[in-house]
């Protein structure tokens, strides 16, 4: 049986499951229900500065996008920080790490943008015996208009200086959530290592509108007509938040940079791919938001099976395998030359492959009277758009042309060697490099 | 005393009111939006579809379902009705199994195939039930056809011709019109009345006059309607049933099936028909599993399908043969009804069994007998004397791809005429063509 525990930032927890700051994680009776339930930790809902605290819509705040039988795939959300005070918040934590002490515990803070708002909630955190903080710089709506979650996330030197005060005024591991909605994370992602972040994670949310009502021209989730953007997340989110966390881990300047990751994730198998492409733990908000928080069961023993199969006795095994294999696309080799297979026995005859690639690309599979349908070497580029909307799994497949063997399509015979753009005769920095 | 299943004889009331009611509601009920979401989900919206070419009317299926998954069933709706008018009937009593929903690749992949005739009914029910008719009339073309018999064929026809702009006079030898939509298809597959709403709201299309209880032969001559109309259409079905040859076929209690069938669709209260305790249904096509399972629903004890064939050549489909077993029908196959046994009425079925040579079959000599009240005659109907001067092909009236019968301006279509399957969806398909032949025809 695989070794599930983790060890992120010398936060121990039974397995890498963590909940993501956000509704199932805003109340002792949540936390203590997902612990039971076998959850390995929780970044507690993200809490605000002393004083009134902030107020909910009292409307519908969520939107959604569905796939076949109103699976849930996207969701979007207009919710603000916890709208619960902060002593409540605060002794609520201290009981529950009490109780659970091999869970992580983890609060996640947005304050005012100055020193003495963190100085003063920062001692007030480490009193509860929380293992660690997060810093929420990523939430895109409400809280980002008064100055705060992604409009700091969006600025990276506050984020270098926020962090630097969390480090100077506390002992806590601090791990800064970044917000997708920028355009190249690994700016953000330096500036929290540059103030002393210990960790990153992301995502957060994702601007978004998921639906226009079109009786009334409200953007959904509509609130007495109006609408305002959200956040998304879900299983729509999950290549965004994927590529973010592989630029980070790729980065010459951040690689090593623990990185929790967050978006998405769904089953055991979401969860590995985000392990292989860097991150120590993940978490997860809207998987548990769908199906309850009893999908972590299935996530630990498809995790489990899926590491003895491959013979990993632990998660640091896998952790960050796929990253070497993250490059640009300048270095993939020119000379890997494939052709799609179309195998006859197990072809259902519906014609998507060919009216994809004859309608929008190139023209490469032919229909006979009778439907068979065949790939023309002569004129396939390999692009594996007939793989894609083909129906049944691995009934069309890539093979890969031997070394040696002639091209159809191009004349040319495929070449033992290595070759990128970068030294390809067309790439005019090439051939001024000649 | 209420009668029972075991009642001897023929009697009416064998079920209570609530059994009745029970075995004779809609088999396969409308679905719910929801459902109806679930089952277009699963259509690939494959190119240039199998579905399509495998319905005789040519729906374009896939983009149908793309209409109802897109929440417009309304749309989907006109999709159908383009091609079929009938569609709300063909989504009811199409043998789906053997023509679109076979050729679904989901069928060949899974064999489960897309629930394209529920999905169709899901479309057209939603339209009909807002009352919408979704043609209109083209320009008055001042050209006037008769079109003979309001079944399939004959409603089919008489809309797409009165959307062209022509007027259609119909002449219907029947107090009601709907030929075996109306008179011969199972009740549970057209439940509530759909087969009288259907053609009402056909009707709406306009330019239909309708005249009922005109017979072609009885005071009605093809020669008079050729000279008097533009063009002539006849969709008059196949009115006459096949003789048994079987001794004593004579007896009380030996009838049509298709007699039967057209008592207990126009009955008003089912506990009031009569039927046998013991029933055999001697046939094996689609009206033979009719009649079986209905005298089954209507509270028969025991019911027999008796076949001369094996079951892979019966009429029905294998999924009716399913449907009859599954209501307690008995399938026998290989044997071939000798005599009727009784005293005035018949008591007794002899048969012998039968085996299938080259062609024919050949009696093994050994016979047996069966306890019988009632015996319905299903073995196939047949043109009643037609009118003089059309050649017939085999016993149906000989047309070519557009209709034509031998006579100049005489079309034909539906059951009554050769080629095709006495399918419902297949008159359809042939009396929209005739109709757009007869357009073209009489535009030029
Ligand atoms: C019991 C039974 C069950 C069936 N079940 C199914 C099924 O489930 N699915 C399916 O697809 N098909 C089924 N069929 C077949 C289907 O009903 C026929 O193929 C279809 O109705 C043929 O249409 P039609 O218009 O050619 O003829 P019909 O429906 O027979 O209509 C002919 C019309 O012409 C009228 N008529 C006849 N003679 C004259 C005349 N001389 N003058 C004026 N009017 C006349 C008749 O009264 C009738 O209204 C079934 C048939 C039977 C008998
Ligand atoms: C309703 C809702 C409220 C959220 N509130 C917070 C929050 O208070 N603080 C925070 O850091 N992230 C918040 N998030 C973002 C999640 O923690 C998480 O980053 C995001 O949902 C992506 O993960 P997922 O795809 O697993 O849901 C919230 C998300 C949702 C759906
Ligand atoms: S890989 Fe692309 S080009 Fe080749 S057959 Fe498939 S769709 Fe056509």
């Keep these: 049986m695989a070794d599930l525990t983790t060890d992120f930032l010398g936060i121990k927890s039974p397995n890498p499951f963590w909940l993501a700051s956000a509704p199932p994680t805003d109340k002792e009776y949540n936390v203590r229900r997902a612990f039971e339930a076998g959850w390995g930790g929780v970044v507690w809902k993200t809490l605000g500065s002393e004083g009134p605290p902030v107020v909910n819509v009292n409307g519908p705040r969520y939107g959604a996008i569905y796939g076949a039988d109103r699976r849930l795939l996207g969701l979007n959300n207009i919710e603000l920080i916890t709208d619960r005070p902060l002593e409540v918040n605060l002794r609520e934590i201290k009981t529950v790490k009490r109780d659970y002490p091999d869970r992580a515990m983890i609060v996640s803070l947005m304050v005012p943008c100055e020193e003495e708002a963190w100085k003063a909630i920062l001692p007030r955190v480490e009193d509860t015996g929380a293992d660690g903080i997060e810093l929420n710089f990523g939430c895109p709506h409400g809280m980002s208009e008064r100055g705060m979650g992604s409009a700091v996330g969006q600025v990276p030197e506050y984020i270098e200086m926020v962090t630097r005060w969390c480090k100077q005024h506390s002992r806590m591991p601090v791990i800064v959530k970044l917000t997708p909605n920028i355009t190249d994370v690994r700016y953000p992602a330096r500036a929290a290592k540059a103030g002393g972040a210990d960790a990153v994670s992301l995502i957060n949310t994702i601007s978004s509108i998921t639906s226009v009502n079109l009786d009334d021209f409200s953007p959904e989730p509509s609130i007495d007509g109006k609408g305002s953007h959200g956040g998304y997340c879900g299983p729509a989110v999950k290549p965004i938040a994927m590529n973010m966390v592989a630029e980070i881990a790729r980065d010459p300047e951040t690689h090593g940079l623990p990185i929790s990751g967050i978006g998405g994730i769904t089953t055991w198998r979401d969860a590995a791919e985000f392990i292989s492409l860097g991150c120590g733990t993940v978490q997860v908000c809207t998987a548990a938001m769908t199906y309850g928080f009893k999908v972590v069961e299935e996530m630990k023993s498809g995790l489990s099976q899926w590491m003895d199969e491959k013979g990993y006795a632990r998660i640091d095994d896998f952790m960050g395998r796929a990253v070497p294999n993250v490059t640009d696309w300048q270095y993939l080799n020119l000379n890997y030359v494939t052709k799609a297979r179309i195998d006859q026995d197990s072809c259902i005859k519906c014609g998507r492959c060919y009216v994809a690639c004859e309608d929008t690309s190139h023209q490469a599979i032919s229909m006979s009277p009778d439907r068979v349908f065949e790939v023309i070497d002569e004129e396939c580029v390999a692009c594996n758009l007939c793989v894609n909307v083909c129906p049944v799994e691995d009934c069309i497949t890539m093979e890969k042309m031997q070394v040696g063997q002639v091209d159809p399509r191009t004349g040319k015979t495929v070449e033992p060697d290595y070759a990128n753009w970068t030294m390809h005769p067309n790439n005019p920095s090439s051939q001024a490099a000649e | ?444």
């Excluded at chain 2, 969806?425 to 025809?441: F, N, P, Q, S």
């Design chain 2, 1 to 444: 005393m209420a009668s029972t299943p075991w009642t001897p004889g023929i009697t009416a009331g064998r079920l209570s009111q609530e059994e009745i009611k029970q075995n004779f509601s809609d088999i396969d009920p409308l679905f719910e939006p929801h459902e109806a979401a679930v089952a277009a989900d699963r259509c690939y919206f494959c190119y240039d579809a199998p579905c399509i070419t495998a319905c005789p009317t040519a729906i374009d299926i896939p983009l149908f379902i793309r209409q109802i998954q897109t929440g417009t069933p309304e749309a989907a709706a006109k999709t159908i009705l383009d091609q079929n008018i009938l569609g709300g009937m063909c989504a009811r009593v199409c043998p789906t199994e053997t023509l679109c929903e076979e050729a679904c690749v989901r069928e060949a992949a899974e064999g489960k195939p897309v629930e394209i005739g529920r999905l169709q009914r899901y479309a057209t029910d939603t339209l009909m039930a807002a009352s919408v008719h979704p043609f209109e009339r083209g320009p008055e073309t001042g050209k006037t056809i008769a079109v003979v018999g309001a079944g399939p064929a004959g409603l089919a026809c008489a809309h797409r011709l009165a959307m062209r702009g022509h007027s259609v006079t119909l002449f219907e030898a029947k107090e009601k019109l709907g030929g075996l939509n109306e008179y011969g298809i199972a009740a549970y597959k057209t439940a509530g009345g759909f087969a009288e709403r259907e053609v009402d709201w056909l009707l709406q299309i306009g330019g239909i006059t309708v005249e009922y209880g005109r017979k072609l032969g009885s005071g009605l001559e093809l020669g008079t309607l050729t000279s008097e109309y533009d063009a002539v259409f006849l969709g008059v079905g196949l009115g006459a049933v096949n003789a048994l040859r079987a001794e004593g076929e004579d007896k009380d209690g030996v009838q049509d099936a298709v007699a039967f069938i057209a008592d207990l669709r126009q009955s008003d209260d089912l506990t009031k028909l009569p039927i046998g305790r013991n029933v055999i249904v001697i046939g094996g096509g689609m009206t033979a599993v009719d009649a079986a399972v209905q005298s089954k629903l209507l509270g028969a004890e025991n019911v027999t399908i008796a076949y001369r064939r094996g079951r892979d050549r019966m009429g029905a489909s294998g999924h009716e043969q399913d449907h009859a077993t599954s209501a307690g029908v008995r399938l026998l196959t290989h044997v071939v009804l000798r005599q009727v046994i009784g005293n005035g009425a018949v008591r007794e079925a002899e048969f012998e069994y039968v085996t299938e040579t080259d062609g024919g079959l050949a009696g093994t000599g050994e016979t047996f007998r069966l306890p019988a009240d009632q015996i319905f005659k299903a073995i196939g109907q047949t043109l009643e004397a037609g009118p003089e001067g059309l050649t017939l092909q085999g016993n149906k009236i000989a047309v070519d791809e557009n209709g034509r019968t031998s006579i100049d301006g005489v079309w034909a279509g539906g059951d009554c005429a050769a080629g095709g399957d006495d399918l419902t969806v297949t008159a359809v398909a042939e009396g929209r063509d005739a109709a757009e032949d007869i357009h073209r025809a009489l535009s030029q």
